[in-house]
């Protein structure tokens, strides 16, 4: 292994997708990385968020279970810490699966006081392969109907096509799992020189450290699993998901400008669920996507709030903000990933005895929000497309590392109660913190000061000290809707 390290004063990050090739180039500069083996980092310095950092083009095998791989290369960002004696480490790992890791949508430049921040790029999302299906992708956009048997039939064809094609383009699709991931980020810290690192993962990524945790438990100071996710589960619960939704609009109940909107939020909820047009002024509204968009919009208590007041103005006869949704699937949840990425990483897990359980049929949200999720993740999930499922990854293996699960209790997404099922008991030294009327992706936006000491105090002396949370009402009322955005979608439809 070598590091080759290049100064330059400053230059703005931009990561080339470039096809799958024999040899290995650059990921900023393009070019040819002579005599390049795997382990090798190659560094640039400039700066990350105004901060200064180092940049590295990391060259790993594609696939590691075969002698002869062929080599491929990942983006590394090492943001520098401020302290001339920083603390271990923190290895960043985002969520997904389909989506990079190089964290611009957030930053704590709090944590570069005490630790240097590091973000392996995702192999098939960031790096020199990147696992685009555009087949499968524009079959999704231009059908509104999803879960027909037909399109199971027309998916799974154009699924086996695309994986046909990586082939031809020698792209060995059975490296692309979330063991690989892992062992991506080990040859990373080899190549750092970093004795311990800490750990730092959000919902996807939190399966990805738990595979680290198994297999490099010694090279872990402390981990912070933000939003968990049980390795192997991706089914969707209708008693969890209406359970939660209960929550919701007793928490409605208790605010008196929602409860003048509507007396009875539950029965709202249920009668719109129930009465979906097929169209609102002329413009369409796929069932199937919307209800997908639904349950994408449970991710955060804004959008929440937003949802619930949707509910209401449907039920007052004004059905734009389902209609806005339900058209503007392709952007806010099509367009968020890589869907090659995506599909093969999900059918590398072994999620056969989730995905065929099924619940009794109902008329309530958390039936129509869970058979939507699980049968898209049906629709990328197959025993027919050759990809080798990953082993020994099972949730029933002890650990010892110190780990902090940070959830959220009206999480539909992760649910807490997951955590408290198929992760903690299995944790010897897992803590846990539940935080009141937060959602999945609150943790990072709501009482920011407050998760700041938590995780400041946890990485530095493995205090879980939460003494700063206050026990905040949930907020209905929003300036912004979803109605606001339709009136905007559609204007600029129509002028078009």
Known sequence: ???????????????????????????????????????????????????????????????????????????????KSLSENPKEPVFFFNGGPGQSNIWHWWFPEWMIKHHDIVMVGYRGVDGSVSLDFPNSFDYFKQNDTLFSQNNFNVINKLLSTDIRKLKSQNIDVNGYNIVEVANDFEAARKALGYKKINLFSFSFGTMIAYVYSLKYADNVNYSIMNSAHPINYLHQNKKIINDKINQLCNLWSNDSISVAKSSDISKTINYVMNNIPKKWNNYEISSDKLKLMIFNNLYSSQDIAMLFQTFVNAFNGDY??????????????????????????????????????????????????????????????????DIKKIENTQTNKYLKINTLFISGDIDVVTPVENVKNDLLPYFINGEMVVLK?????????????????????YYLKGIVDTSMYKNLPFKFNLSNSFENMAKKMFKEKNEH
């Open 437 to 457: 009327n937060f959602s999945h992706d609150d943790i990072f936006v709501l009482q920011q000061k407050a998760y700041q000491n938590l995780i400041e105090k």
């Open 1 to 79: 292994m070598k590091i080759l390290k290049i100064f330059i004063f400053t230059f703005f990050l931009f990561f080339l997708n470039k096809p799958a090739q024999s040899q290995v180039y650059h990921y900023l500069t393009g070019k040819l990385i002579p005599d390049a083996q795997a382990g090798d980092l190659i560094i640039k310095s400039g700066t990350f968020m105004n901060y200064k950092a180092d940049f590295g083009t990391l060259i790993v095998p594609e696939n590691r279970n075969k002698k002869q791989s062929r080599l491929i290369n990942l983006p590394v960002v090492i943001v």
């Open 320 to 385: 734009s903000g389902f209609a806005y949704l339900s058209n503007n699937f392709d952007e806010h949840f099509l367009y968020k990933i890589k869907l090659g990425d995506c599909f093969i990483k999900i059918n590398s897990l072994n999620n056969g005895a989730y995905l065929k359980s099924t619940d009794t049929t109902d008329s309530t949200i958390g039936y129509y929000l869970s058979v939507a999720e699980n049968k898209f993740w049906n629709l990328l999930n197959g025993n027919n497309f």
